[in-house]
């Protein structure tokens, strides 16, 4: 357990139902990264409680961010401490810590702001030890889990609610886990989504994040810009390179 939990919760397990954001971390450095995360996170929501009365967008990228701090400041609770809403939840994989969020914060919305934030100002850097940050809609147990029906809930919103047809690419990651691979993966989700959306690895619309880490499967959607984002990886938006991102 450690004493970087929260005080106020001995609970350190990731259960089903729970969503949040799995952040990554050199080795040896979780402890830290969780702390941080859980730093930046209140932060981040907190200057979203300053900032949202007083924005006046005077570009595009202005008003994406506008955007996104009306978003994301429409699912606060209005009392609640921002210290509060996040926790750092131990796992038991090297560089992988868990940050659950309290059900009132978004994870997609506010990692893509963190993200669009850093790749706006590079310098500003507010990170030492997070390296990537994957947002999870909910979490599943992998023993118990029906993957299509978890499918399912996950992306009805954006596939199965009208609307044209959506570009959209999967990326799985599989850490320590022997019941699910890649490609029963990437095949039941793509049978969920169906074949009148098509796929399309570089120039998507959406993109489908599925994370197995040891015995739990999160699952969450993000957009085209995720790559432009270095896949929500802070650390290389504080650093940026002319080399382009591994396929």
């Known amino acids: 357990g450690g004493n ?6 001995a609970r350190s397990n990731i259960e089903s139902g729970d969503w949040g954001v799995f952040v990554t971390s050199e080795i040896g450095k979780e402890k830290k990264c969780g702390a941080e995360a859980v730093d930046l996170f209140t932060q981040s929501v907190e200057a979203l409680n300053e900032d949202a009365n007083d924005e006046e967008p005077d570009s595009d990228e202005d008003d994406i961010e506008a955007q996104i701090r009306k978003e ?11 210290s509060s809403l996040f926790q ?3 796992t038991d994989l090297p560089c ?3 940050v659950k969020f309290d059900k009132s914060i978004d994870p997609e919305k506010l990692v893509h702001q963190i993200c669009v934030d850093a790749h706006v100002n590079p310098n500003k850097k507010r990170s030492r030890f997070i390296q990537r940050m994957t947002p999870v809609r909910s979490i599943r147990k992998t023993l118990s889990v029906d993957l299509e029906a978890f499918a399912r809930e996950i992306l009805k919103p954006h596939f199965h609610s009208g609307g044209p047809p959506k570009k959209y690419a999967i990326r799985p990651s599989v850490r320590a886990n022997s019941k ?6 990437i095949k039941t ?6 074949p009148e959306h098509p796929v399309n690895l570089k120039n998507y619309d959406l993109i489908i ?8 499967i999160g699952m969450s959607v993000a957009g085209s810009d995720y790559d432009k984002l270095k896949r929500f990886n802070l650390a290389e938006l504080y650093s940026p390179s002319s080399e382009p991102p591994p396929s």
């Open 96 to 98: 992988v810590t868990f």
């Open 72 to 82: 994301v400041e429409g699912l606060k609770p209005a009392n609640a401490k921002p």
């Open 209 to 216: 994040l599925v994370d197995v880490v040891q015995n739990v």
């Open 180 to 185: 699910f691979n890649r490609d029963i993966v």
């Open 88 to 90: 750092a939840v131990k």
């Open 189 to 194: 989700v793509a049978d969920v989504v169906g």
């Open 4 to 9: 970087w939990q929260k005080p106020q919760s």
